[in-house]
């Protein structure tokens, strides 16, 4: 694989931001390296979930040829998903290929969310790739739950893999998906778990993402509902920071530590959106929350003149959605097709 530097683009128009057509400029990508997953979580996939042939499957070096096209635009920030991005074979040579621009400052970040399995086996060459920060979807703290929720896992290579990254020096962040039942009487000790250790803890709400064969209407739980439950019992105070996502945050004054919370249904955060996704078949989605996507592999395989792929997105942009169509009151209802394993959410 090569190395492009100095991104001596094709046409002009490369050399100018990604803007959409409501002046918010891209400056965040998240990249999906494969949609396969050793978990079957409820609100992500079907049990029995059909993958792609890897012969659609971009690449590790169009992967990079396509990122390269994305910051010769003004993206700063790459997160790498999936599916789950460490069972991609040789996922480690992508990391290796962008962490020269972190060091050109092409690029601010490289991070990486994963569900932690194999996260003990490269936290250390995560690090040396120039990673400071990952995200670890966890929705639970006790072992049957785990296994019920992602229907094959086991919890103990997960705390593994979260103190393996801590002693590496990476920055975690636990991610949970809030669901009503069980959850609400464990958030308390979750809260506990990842502030003890100097890690955030961001609450998302359930996003109606494909049919994976579990009851969402009667899982969905509001955020705005479980803030006003953990007020009763913790002091939050909203503070300002940001980690270039949809999450808001809050200081929790016992524990010291932060709380955020991503709520895509019961509070709309989409007038500031600066992101941008692409699945690991090279299809560009402009919003999370809206069916369309443009495709980019052909562009890619077709010709090494990069700046058709570029055209390709900005006119993708310019019909980028204001905003999602999830609605809190018809969770269930107002969601699409796609499951989330496609994007990573």
């Given at each position: 694989?090569?190395?492009?530097?100095g991104?001596?683009?094709a046409?002009h128009s490369?050399?100018?931001?990604l803007v959409?057509?409501f002046g918010?400029?891209?400056t965040y990508l998240?990249l999906?390296?494969?949609?396969?997953?050793?978990l079957?979580c409820v609100y992500?996939m079907s049990?029995?979930?059909?993958f792609?042939?890897?012969r659609?499957?971009l690449?590790l070096?169009?992967?990079y040829?396509l990122?390269c096209v994305?910051?010769?635009?003004?993206?700063r920030?790459?997160?790498l998903?999936?599916?789950?991005?460490?069972?991609r074979?040789?996922?480690?040579?992508?990391f290796?290929?962008?962490?020269?621009?972190?060091d050109d400052g092409d690029?601010?970040e490289?991070t990486?969310t994963?569900n932690?399995t194999l996260?003990?086996?490269h936290?250390?060459?995560?690090?040396?790739?120039?990673?400071?920060?990952?995200?670890?979807s966890?929705d639970t703290?006790?072992?049957?739950r785990?296994a019920?929720?992602?229907?094959?896992?086991?919890?103990p290579?997960?705390?593994?893999?979260?103190?393996?990254a801590?002693?590496?020096?990476?920055r975690v962040?636990?991610?949970?998906v809030?669901m009503?039942?069980?959850?609400?009487?464990?958030?308390?000790?979750l809260?506990?778990?990842a502030h003890r250790?100097g890690?955030?803890?961001?609450?998302?709400?359930?996003?109606?993402l494909g049919?994976t064969?579990h009851?969402?209407?009667?899982s969905?739980?509001?955020?705005q509902?479980?803030r006003r439950?953990?007020?009763k019992r913790w002091?939050?105070v909203p503070?300002?920071?940001r980690?270039?996502g949809?999450?808001r945050?809050?200081?929790?004054?016992?524990?010291?530590?932060?709380?955020g919370?991503?709520?895509p249904l019961?509070?709309?955060f989409c007038a500031?959106c600066?992101?941008?996704?692409?699945?690991c078949t090279?299809d560009?989605?402009t919003?999370l929350?809206?069916e369309?996507?443009i495709g980019?592999?052909?562009?890619?395989?077709?010709?090494?003149?990069?700046?058709?792929?570029?055209?390709?997105i900005r006119?993708a942009l310019s019909?980028k959605?204001k905003?999602?169509t999830?609605?809190?009151?018809?969770?269930?209802?107002?969601?699409?097709?796609r499951?989330?394993?496609?994007?990573?959410?």
């Amino acid at each position: 694989m090569r190395h492009e530097r100095g991104f001596a683009p094709a046409t002009h128009s490369a050399h100018s931001p990604l803007v959409d057509g409501f002046g918010r400029q891209v400056t965040y990508l998240r990249l999906s390296v494969t949609d396969r997953c050793d978990l079957r979580c409820v609100y992500c996939m079907s049990e029995q979930m059909a993958f792609l042939p890897r012969r659609e499957v971009l690449t590790l070096e169009e992967l990079y040829r396509l990122a390269c096209v994305f910051m010769r635009g003004g993206v700063r920030k790459i997160r790498l998903t999936g599916g789950e991005p460490l069972v991609r074979r040789n996922v480690m040579q992508l990391f290796e290929l962008l962490a020269p621009h972190l060091d050109d400052g092409d690029l601010d970040e490289v991070t990486l969310t994963t569900n932690g399995t194999l996260l003990s086996r490269h936290a250390e060459a995560l690090f040396a790739a120039g990673v400071r920060r990952v995200n670890v979807s966890l929705d639970t703290l006790d072992a049957d739950r785990y296994a019920q929720i992602t229907r094959r896992g086991r919890l103990p290579p997960v705390l593994d893999g979260i103190d393996a990254a801590l002693a590496a020096g990476l920055r975690v962040k636990i991610n949970t998906v809030a669901m009503s039942g069980a959850f609400e009487e464990e958030v308390d000790d979750l809260i506990h778990f990842a502030h003890r250790r100097g890690m955030d803890l961001t609450l998302i709400e359930e996003m109606p993402l494909g049919n994976t064969g579990h009851d969402r209407s009667g899982s969905f739980l509001s955020l705005q509902h479980l803030r006003r439950s953990l007020e009763k019992r913790w002091t939050l105070v909203p503070v300002p920071d940001r980690s270039g996502g949809p999450a808001r945050y809050v200081q929790v004054a016992e524990t010291n530590g932060r709380l955020g919370f991503i709520t895509p249904l019961s509070c709309d955060f989409c007038a500031s959106c600066n992101r941008v996704r692409v699945s690991c078949t090279g299809d560009l989605f402009t919003c999370l929350g809206q069916e369309g996507a443009i495709g980019l592999r052909d562009a890619l395989r077709g010709s090494g003149d990069l700046s058709v792929v570029d055209q390709l997105i900005r006119g993708a942009l310019s019909r980028k959605p204001k905003g999602h169509t999830f609605d809190a009151f018809r969770p269930a209802e107002s969601g699409i097709g796609r499951h989330m394993s496609v994007l990573g959410g």
